[in-house]
């Protein structure tokens, strides 16, 4: 069941980290871009330590803080 869950979380993740792909290379505001870029970095950052088998963090925690 957990490795279900983590199966779940990754997918998730991946899915996020597409879509703000995809805004980036719409986004013509250059603050918007560097938004959508730390948002990025998070999301990596969150899908490293996942497939390093540790926890992800909690969603509830601020991108970029």
């Not at 703000?20 to 013509?28: L, N, P």
């Not at 938004?35 to 926890?55: C, I």
Request: charged fraction near 35%; aromatic fraction near 4%.
């Amino acid at each position: 069941a957990e490795q279900i869950a983590l199966q779940r979380e990754q997918e998730s993740i991946e899915l996020s980290r597409c879509r703000v792909i995809e805004d980036i290379a719409a986004a013509s505001n250059p603050k918007y871009r560097e938004l959508l870029q730390r948002s990025l970095d998070f999301l990596d950052t969150k899908l490293a330590r996942l497939k390093e088998g540790g926890e992800p963090e909690t969603q509830n925690r601020a991108i970029g803080s």
